[in-house]
Structure formats: C-alpha cells, structure tokens
C-alpha cells in the first residue's frame, strides 16, 4: 500500500513553568512519535488525556509545529513545502474535533459556515456552486431535508447532527484523510454507531484515510476494522500494530489496564470484574516524567530495570511494544 | 410504601415554562427505592434523567416547575417540606453529587474548608477537628491521602481526586441516599473504572442507597442492581440489571445494548438506532419511540403506550413488546 503520511520521531515539547520564580521547564507533550498512514486506511490513536494524543493529531495537520522530527505528506516534507503545496496540504488534511458546539460559529447558520471553506479552496466558484454542493453532501451524511439544514443554526441540531455537519465540512473540499479528534465522545450513546459508520462509509466510498483519537477502545474496535492502533502513554507510543493482533494478544501492562477499566456490554463479564491492574491511578505530571519507563511507578510487574532504562519501541509478536519485560507479561484474558 | 421501600416518587411530572410554550420533561414518573439497592437510570440527553435526579430534592430551577406527584420519603412529602425541613432532608438524608462536580469546588476553599462550611450549613453542634477527623475517615474510604488532601486547594488536585473528594464531601452529613449524577462523565476510563471500584465499595461499607444516572448503560452495568430507561421524560423499562442487558422488553432497551461497541462481540452485531432523540416541543401523538422504533404497528402511532408489569419487579411501556421478546436474547459473540 502506498503511504500517505508519514511522521517520523517527533517530538513536542512545551515550555512550563514550575513556579512563579523558577526558570522554564520543558514539558514534552510527544517524545519520538513515529508513525505511517497508509491511503485509504483507519487508524486509532488511544490514550487518556495528557498523553499527547491531541497534540499528534494537530502537529499532522500542521496546526502545530513539532520541536525536532518530520512529518512526510506523499513523500513531501510539510516543513519545506512551496505555498502551492502547502494550500492543498491544508486542503487535503482535515481536522474533526471533539466539541461540535465550539468548532461552529453559533451566530452564522449552517450554509454559512460550511460555503466559505469550499470557495476558500476553490473548491467551488460561488455561493450558488457551494450550495449545489452542499445539498449532494448533505443527502450522503443523511442531513434531511436538506433545505431545512441549511437555514439552521448550531444549537437548533442535536450532537450527532451537528458532529455530521462537520464530517460534512471535512468531506466538502475533498480530502484525502481525516484527523478525527474524538468525535463521538460527547455524542449520544444511541447516535455513536451511526456516526461511525458514516466515517467507515466516507472511508470506503471516497478512499479517505482517518486517524480517529480516541479514549475508548470500544469505538476505535468498530470503526478501524483491518486497520492500526497506536496507544499512548505520556507522550509516547507504547504499542503499536494491526487492530486485531494488539487486542486478540495485548501485551503493553498499560494498554491491558486500559482494556480492564473499559465497561462491558456483556453484562456476565461486567460483574465479575477484578480490580484494576495498576499499582496507582493517578497520571504522574508530564512536566515531570518518571525516570526510565514512564509507565513504571504505575505497573504491576515493574523491575529494576524498569526504573533505570526507558525501553524502545521494538518489534515482537507481529507489533512494535516498548516494554522490558514483553517476553515475562501474562496474557490478558477479557 | 413496602417496608423496604426508603422512598416511593409518585407520577411526578415537571414541565420547564418557556416563552414558546410548557416543555413537559418528566412525565408522570414513578419509582420506587428499595433500602440497599443500586438503581441505574440510563438515558439520552434530554431524557430527563437530571430532572429527576433533582425532583427528589426540590432544587428543579427555573424555568422548571414540579407540577404534579409526591415524592415520599418515610412518612413526609419532600415536595411539602417548608424551607428549614428541606434543608435538614438535604445532605442529611439525600445527598447528590452532581453532573461535572470536579469542576464544582470553590477556588479559593481548601478541601477541609469545604467539609467545614457543608457541615456548618447542615448541623448546629460540631468542632472543626470533629469534622476534619470525619472527613480523613472518608477521604480514606475513597482512597485519598486525606493529610495531603485536606491541606490542598482543588486546582491542586486532578480531575479524578477532586471527584473523589467530591464523593467524601457528599457523605459528610450520613446521607442514607446518595445520588450521582453522570458520576464519570469527563473523566478518562482508567479514572472511572476506579470510582466505581470505590462506590461498590462505600456501598458495601455504609448500606447506601445509591441512584446514578448515566447514557452509557454500559457503566452501570458493573453495579446497578435494577436498571430504569428514560426516554422523552418517561421511564420506558425497569428491572433487574440482568434482564435489562440479556432479554430487554423495550425496543428502545434493546436498541441501545444493540448500538454499544464491545471489545469481545461481533462486529456485525452492533447496530445504531435510526433517527434523533426526540424534540420535547414536539412530541408524537402516539408512542415517543415510535418514529425511531423497527417495531413500531399502526396502534403505536396513535396511543401511547401504558406500563405493562410482566412481573412484580419489570415495567415496560410498550404495545408490542412480545414481539421483541420473541426476537430472542441478545446474542453475544
């Protein structure tokens, strides 16, 4: 498969401060993230909050710029690309974001919002070409009637609709892939699927590649399908390989923690949960990382070793894992 | 009342009073409590689980309006309490932790502080270091260093400590009940598997009574001994946790169990339910459901469905429930 992007060891951090007097801190919100996305692929990125996963997905889209490390659109630098280049990189890389209220202009209706990055693009000529547009757009997202959605305004529709507004915003000036930023999780449980399919569909009918951010491996599950997942930890992929091998075989303690605090639908499982493997549940500060493994003060099977050396992301089991005792972890049970 | 009913909430309908017209958000809504136990109440957005939660203490807000029901609790009528009553019942006996609660905290208070005001507005004979001793006990009991804690202000403490803490200040007062309204909502899993370790916990140490609303019925799944759905401001289906995951009545019931993704089912299992949530303005002539519902018939679009009970403990409101029924238990993997 051709690849599509491809970010290689970045790295991002930010300066803190650690007190009022102190000097600035560096805190690094991404230490030596790599990562490929094929065209037409699903990709997940998981991870709880702080562990940089927002961060990747704005630094690929060029929203940020990393400290140290590359990024290749088809081949091509993002840091040296001509304007021409630049315009449809931006054009091409689109961002969907979590808070579908903030990411609308509440006083400007629908149509409003969505014709101007089209003409910005040159995607369409006018207002005329764009609403033609939009109505085919609108049809395929399931917006009906189509008239109707166009008029309204951001707090007129439902999460789920208003989240469908802005796939459509993403698909309307012809993308190639899709940083999907938690789109679903402040969306209705009953709504969630219907949306995902609608990203599998834009996948599908239109070869557009997404990176879907995520916290809950349920979703990420659904949608990627025969695609990759990449989990994160503190700024650094811990695991990272095909969907289906990582979750039938998860081997990285932190990815297994994760899998035994997701709430299972099957209510048998559910009630007969054990207590979370981890030794803490607190995330250490980002500005302040532990030393070797930053997983370390928190895993259940810590060693010396793990306290001393931070461990490489390294090939096993048809997946890359940064862990020192891969070959010692039991294997998870659901 | 049964004996072992701690509060009975009798066909309480609220309507919020709005310029366009009267937004009926609960509709008639009755719910019995046993002692002891568990009740999940799952629900969209805008069904009216909040509403509920808030009736049982009388702090609906304007433009809500309790207009109708009773909500008794031993021998009193919460909604006739007068001010100074409804203030010994709060926190006393019902305690609620609300939706976004981490974020609920005063800046400028230290988290001792805080236990010594709740204290202070509730009882009229305590020490501080009465209530700063009680306090440690609880901020034990949800795992917290209460030597660290107690001296800390909230921005000193992350998401999930400061909803920890929130959960010890709510029992500061021996509430018998305690709500918890959209406990996890916002904090990461990791954060939420644990505060339910904790309340399964507290449930088992202190007898509470606990109701949580939640629209992820997956998470009360772990915990709840009986389940209510809500939709459009009705309780659609009740029973036990059990029943409510593997052989839901409720079209509704059935859809969201179907619409949660799972780590270990077919894929192919997961369906989504069609359509929107309902508009409260604009409410069907018939079943609330029924324009979203692939088991609607033609008596489902023009009279609303009453509470059928299949047995003492399972209400379902709904006209062809047999024929979910007769689609079979939820198959998993």
């Keep these: 498969m051709d690849t599509l992007l491809k970010v290689k060891n970045i790295d991002k951090y930010y300066k803190g401060k650690d007190g009022l007097f102190q000097t600035n801190k560096q805190v690094g919100a991404l230490v030596d993230v790599s990562l490929e996305v094929n065209k037409g692929e699903i990709i997940a990125l998981i991870g709880e909050s702080g562990c940089g996963k927002t961060t990747l997905g704005k630094i690929v889209t060029g929203l940020v710029e990393p400290t140290a490390g590359e990024i290749f659109y088809n081949s091509k630098d993002i840091a040296k690309m001509t304007k021409t280049e630049r315009n449809q990189f931006r054009r091409e890389v689109q961002m969907v974001h979590q808070d579908s209220y903030a990411a609308l202009n509440p006083s400007r209706t629908i149509f409003d919002s969505l014709k101007d990055p089209m003409i910005r693009h040159k995607v369409v000529k006018n207002k005329i070409e764009a609403r033609k547009k939009l109505e085919e757009l609108f049809e395929l997202v399931g917006l009906t009637p189509v008239d109707q959605f166009m008029k309204k305004y951001p707090h007129q529709l439902s999460g789920g609709q208003r989240q469908r507004v802005l796939l459509t915003r993403a698909l309307s000036v012809g993308p190639k892939l899709i940083i999907a930023d938690e789109p679903v999780s402040m969306v209705d449980v009953s709504l969630r699927i219907a949306l995902l399919d609608l990203m599998s569909k834009m996948n599908k009918e239109f070869g557009i590649s997404f990176i879907y951010i995520t916290h809950d491996l349920a979703t990420a599950r659904y949608i990627v399908k025969g695609g990759k997942i990449g989990v994160m930890y503190l700024g650094k992929m811990v695991e990272l390989g095909e969907l289906e091998k990582v979750l039938e075989n998860p081997r990285h303690p932190y990815l297994q923690a994760l899998l035994s605090a997701i709430p299972a639908v099957d209510i048998e499982i559910s009630r007969k949960r054990r207590e979370l493997p981890l030794k803490s549940v607190e995330m250490p500060n980002p500005a302040n990382p532990p030393q070797g493994c930053r997983f370390n003060p928190r895993c259940i099977y810590a060693e010396d070793i793990c306290e001393k050396k931070e461990p490489e992301l390294v090939e096993s089991r048809g997946r890359v894992i940064a862990c020192h005792l891969e070959e010692k972890i039991p294997k998870w049970t659901y | ?333």
């Excluded at chain 2, 009229?124 to 804690?149: D, F, H, I, M, Q």
């Excluded at chain 2, 001994?225 to 809500?230: C, G, K, S």
């Excluded at chain 2, 799972?262 to 079943?287: F, Q, V, W, Y």
Aim: hydrophobic content about 40%; glycine content about 6%; overall charge negative.
């Design chain 2, 1 to 333: 009342m049964k004996v072992n009913d701690i509060l009975k909430i009798e066909d309480i309908t609220v309507e919020f009073i709005l310029d366009s017209g009267n937004l009926r958000a609960l509709n008639k809504v009755s719910l019995d409590v046993k002692q002891g136990e568990i009740i999940g109440l799952v629900g969209e957005s805008g069904s009216g689980k909040t509403t509920l939660t808030s009736s049982i203490l009388n702090i609906v807000s304007r433009p809500g309006k309790i207009m109708n029901g009773e909500i008794w609790y031993g021998n009193k009528n919460i909604l006739e309490l007068d001010i100074n009553r409804l203030n010994q019942f709060r926190w006393k006996e019902v305690s609620m932790v609300f939706q976004a609660a981490q974020n609920a905290m005063n800046p400028i208070l230290t988290i001792q502080d805080h236990f010594i005001e709740t204290v202070a507005a509730h009882e009229k004979n305590y020490s501080e270091e009465e209530v700063a001793n009680k306090a440690a006990k609880l901020l034990g009991y949800v795992r917290l260093n209460p030597e660290r804690v107690l001296k800390s202000y909230p921005h000193e403490l992350s998401g999930g400590m400061r909803q920890r803490a929130i959960i010890a200040l709510s029992l500061i007062t021996d509430p018998k009940i305690l709500i918890l309204d959209e406990p996890t909502t916002a904090l990461d899993v990791i954060t939420q598997a644990y505060i339910f370790e904790i309340l399964k916990e507290l449930h088992k140490k202190l007898n509470l009574t606990m109701i949580m609303s939640t629209h992820d019925v997956s998470v009360v799944g772990s915990m709840a001994d009986r389940i209510a759905v809500m939709y459009a401001g009705e309780i659609v289906e009740i029973t036990d946790v059990f029943t409510i995951f593997n052989n839901p009545h409720h079209p509704y019931t059935r859809g969201l169990i179907m619409a949660t993704p799972s780590l270990t089912d077919d894929l192919n299992n997961r369906k989504a339910i069609k359509g929107n949530p309902p508009n409260l303005m604009e409410l069907p002539k018939g079943c609330n459901f029924a324009p979203r519902c692939e088991y609607c018939i033609a008596k489902c679009l023009d009279t609303k469905p009453e509470a059928t009970m299949i047995n003492e403990n399972h209400m379902v409101r709904c006209h062809n429930y047999e024929e979910v029924i007769a689609r079979g238990h939820i198959t998993k993997s």
